[in-house]
Protein backbone atom coordinates (compact mmCIF):
# COMPACT_ATOMS: atom_id res chain seq x y z
CA UNK A 1 0.00 0.00 0.00
CA UNK A 2 1.31 3.78 -0.68
CA UNK A 3 -0.05 6.60 0.75
CA UNK A 4 0.29 9.85 -1.28
CA UNK A 5 0.61 13.93 -1.17
CA UNK A 6 0.46 16.16 -3.40
CA UNK A 7 1.67 19.91 -3.08
CA UNK A 8 2.53 22.63 -4.83
CA UNK A 9 -0.81 23.95 -6.79
CA UNK A 10 -1.94 27.55 -6.35
CA UNK A 11 -2.92 30.72 -8.54
CA UNK A 12 -0.97 31.56 -10.98
CA UNK A 13 -1.24 34.10 -14.54
CA UNK A 14 -1.83 32.75 -17.90
CA UNK A 15 1.79 31.52 -19.18
CA UNK A 16 3.45 30.88 -15.70
CA UNK A 17 5.03 27.79 -14.81
CA UNK A 18 4.08 25.31 -11.77
CA UNK A 19 5.85 22.51 -10.46
CA UNK A 20 3.36 19.59 -8.32
CA UNK A 21 4.98 17.44 -6.28
CA UNK A 22 3.66 14.15 -5.26
CA UNK A 23 5.24 12.23 -2.37
CA UNK A 24 4.59 8.69 -1.55
CA UNK A 25 4.91 6.77 1.74
CA UNK A 26 6.69 3.05 1.67
CA UNK A 27 9.50 1.64 0.36
CA UNK A 28 8.35 0.20 -2.47
CA UNK A 29 7.59 3.24 -4.08
CA UNK A 30 9.71 1.80 -7.25
CA UNK A 31 6.99 -1.25 -7.98
CA UNK A 32 4.00 1.47 -8.58
CA UNK A 33 3.36 3.37 -11.81
CA UNK A 34 2.35 6.86 -11.66
CA UNK A 35 0.20 9.19 -13.34
CA UNK A 36 -1.49 12.80 -12.87
CA UNK A 37 -4.90 12.98 -13.69
CA UNK A 38 -7.00 16.70 -13.10
CA UNK A 39 -10.73 17.37 -12.61
CA UNK A 40 -12.16 20.94 -13.32
CA UNK A 41 -15.90 21.97 -11.70
CA UNK A 42 -18.43 19.50 -13.25
CA UNK A 43 -16.38 17.99 -15.32
CA UNK A 44 -15.27 14.24 -15.06
CA UNK A 45 -11.54 12.92 -13.83
CA UNK A 46 -9.13 13.42 -16.97
CA UNK A 47 -5.77 11.72 -17.93
CA UNK A 48 -2.88 14.21 -17.86
CA UNK A 49 0.12 11.95 -17.82
CA UNK A 50 1.60 8.50 -16.56
CA UNK A 51 5.59 7.60 -16.04
CA UNK A 52 6.38 3.82 -15.46
CA UNK A 53 8.43 1.85 -12.66
CA UNK A 54 11.51 2.80 -14.22
CA UNK A 55 10.20 6.14 -15.08
CA UNK A 56 11.40 4.92 -19.23
CA UNK A 57 7.91 4.70 -20.20
CA UNK A 58 6.43 8.11 -20.31
CA UNK A 59 2.63 9.19 -21.45
CA UNK A 60 0.79 12.63 -22.11
CA UNK A 61 -2.52 13.95 -22.67
CA UNK A 62 -2.63 15.68 -25.98
CA UNK A 63 -3.50 18.70 -24.30
CA UNK A 64 -0.51 18.71 -22.36
CA UNK A 65 2.06 17.18 -24.70
CA UNK A 66 5.05 19.87 -25.09
CA UNK A 67 4.24 21.66 -22.21
CA UNK A 68 4.06 19.33 -19.15
CA UNK A 69 6.70 17.25 -17.82
CA UNK A 70 6.26 14.24 -15.52
CA UNK A 71 9.63 12.72 -14.09
CA UNK A 72 10.43 10.81 -10.60
CA UNK A 73 12.65 10.57 -7.98
CA UNK A 74 12.28 6.87 -6.55
CA UNK A 75 15.39 7.62 -4.13
CA UNK A 76 13.11 10.73 -2.57
CA UNK A 77 9.30 8.45 -3.52
CA UNK A 78 8.27 11.67 -5.16
CA UNK A 79 7.11 12.07 -8.76
CA UNK A 80 6.57 15.72 -10.37
CA UNK A 81 4.73 17.39 -12.67
CA UNK A 82 6.43 20.05 -14.15
CA UNK A 83 3.96 22.44 -16.32
CA UNK A 84 4.77 25.16 -18.71
CA UNK A 85 2.79 27.74 -20.59
CA UNK A 86 -0.08 27.33 -17.97
CA UNK A 87 -3.37 28.09 -19.79
CA UNK A 88 -6.71 29.20 -18.23
CA UNK A 89 -7.95 25.69 -19.12
CA UNK A 90 -5.74 23.97 -17.44
CA UNK A 91 -8.04 24.91 -13.82
CA UNK A 92 -8.56 22.18 -12.16
CA UNK A 93 -7.94 19.70 -8.76
CA UNK A 94 -4.70 17.74 -9.41
CA UNK A 95 -4.00 14.09 -8.30
CA UNK A 96 -1.93 11.77 -8.41
CA UNK A 97 -2.14 7.95 -8.60
CA UNK A 98 -0.69 4.84 -8.41
CA UNK A 99 -1.03 1.04 -9.22
CA UNK A 100 1.25 -1.86 -8.82
CA UNK A 101 1.91 -2.69 -12.50
CA UNK A 102 4.40 -1.98 -15.58
CA UNK A 103 1.96 -0.49 -17.63
CA UNK A 104 0.30 3.04 -17.57
CA UNK A 105 -3.05 3.02 -18.92
CA UNK A 106 -5.18 6.28 -19.07
CA UNK A 107 -7.92 5.42 -17.30
CA UNK A 108 -8.23 6.67 -14.11
CA UNK A 109 -9.61 3.25 -13.15
CA UNK A 110 -6.48 1.16 -13.20
CA UNK A 111 -4.94 2.91 -10.74
CA UNK A 112 -5.68 2.30 -7.30
CA UNK A 113 -4.32 4.67 -4.91
CA UNK A 114 -4.94 8.39 -4.79
CA UNK A 115 -4.07 11.66 -3.12
CA UNK A 116 -6.10 13.96 -2.02
CA UNK A 117 -5.50 16.71 -4.62
CA UNK A 118 -4.07 19.89 -5.30
CA UNK A 119 -5.38 23.07 -6.81
CA UNK A 120 -4.19 24.53 -9.95
CA UNK A 121 -5.77 28.35 -10.72
CA UNK A 122 -4.95 29.85 -13.86
CA UNK A 123 -5.83 33.38 -14.74
CA UNK A 124 -5.88 34.97 -18.05
Known amino acids: QVHLVESGGGLVQAGDSLRLSCAAS????????LGWFCQAPGKEREFVAA????????DYADSVRGRFTISRDNAKNTVYLRMNSLKPEDTAVYYC?????????????????WGQGTQVTVSS
Open 26 to 33: GRTFGHYS
Open 97 to 113: AARDMWDIPRASNAYIY
Open 51 to 58: ISRDGVGI
